[in-house]
């Protein structure tokens, strides 16, 4: 199993590109997330899945869109770049039940200039 | 709402010395608690997870942690610290009867062991 990737692992974007990172895991797990990693912030929660077809929102969720089509995908959209999404961005899978361990990708660390 | 503190940003011990990180949380439930580590440059790695089952949990490379109800910690230690140890640790909890394994996570605490 490869378990949680991501990509791509390096990304400079202009203010006002978008772009999508991309994460997929083979785990068949039905819960996937997306954090951000700022220093002395800890990570915090963008988005999650709870399934196919289900997205809510999570503590940081404004300039990022996601979806979640099929169980072992879900991309991270930045419509619009801006620098303060200058971040590194992690993604995360488990089974969801209460409890469960999450899983987490390598990282994509994005800088917007 | 859930929160994590953990105190110390950064902890500096010597190889062969007692390693103790402070995790605090707040919740409404009892919770689940996890410790993750980070070694540079990549993602995070499960330490220890408590689930209710026993208040003393043993994790990987020698780490444990013992969740204490009445102080709402959740404190990891290990009795001998190695240089390998050095890394960022965090502490997150996921509140029981929430949304199944979203985790809210403290601030972390980078640690640093010398000779």
């Known amino acids: 199993n490869a378990g949680v990737t991501q990509t791509p692992k390096f990304q400079v974007l202009k203010t006002g590109q978008s772009m999508t990172l991309q994460c997929a895991q083979d785990?068949?797990?039905?819960?996937m997330s997306w954090y951000r990693q700022d220093p002395g912030m800890g990570l915090r929660l963008i988005h999650y899945?709870?399934?196919?077809?289900?997205?809510d929102q999570g503590e940081v969720p404004n300039g990022y869109n996601v979806s979640r089509s099929t169980t072992e995908d879900f991309p991270l959209r930045l419509l619009s770049a801006a620098p303060s999404q200058t971040s590194v961005y992690f993604c995360a899978s488990s089974y969801s039940r209460q409890g469960g361990e999450q899983y987490f990708g390598p990282g994509t660390r994005l800088t917007v200039t | 709402a859930q929160s994590v503190t953990q105190l110390g940003s950064h902890v500096s011990v010597s190889e062969g010395a007692l390693v103790l990180l402070r995790c605090n949380y707040s919740?409404?439930?009892?919770?689940?608690l996890f410790w993750y580590v980070q070694y540079p440059n990549q993602g995070l790695q499960l330490l220890l997870k408590?689930?209710?089952?026993?208040?003393l949990v043993k994790g990987i490379n020698g780490f444990e942690a013992e969740f204490k109800k009445s102080e709402t910690s959740f404190h990891l230690t290990k009795p001998s610290a190695h240089m390998s140890d050095a890394a960022e640790y965090f502490c997150a909890v996921s509140e029981a009867g929430g949304t199944a394994s979203k985790l809210t996570f403290g601030t972390g605490t980078r640690l640093q062991v010398t000779l």
């Open positions: 899945s709870v399934g196919a077809g289900i997205t």
């Open positions: 408590y689930t209710s089952a026993a208040t």
């Open positions: 785990m068949n797990h039905e819960y």
């Open positions: 919740s409404s439930v009892p919770p689940y």
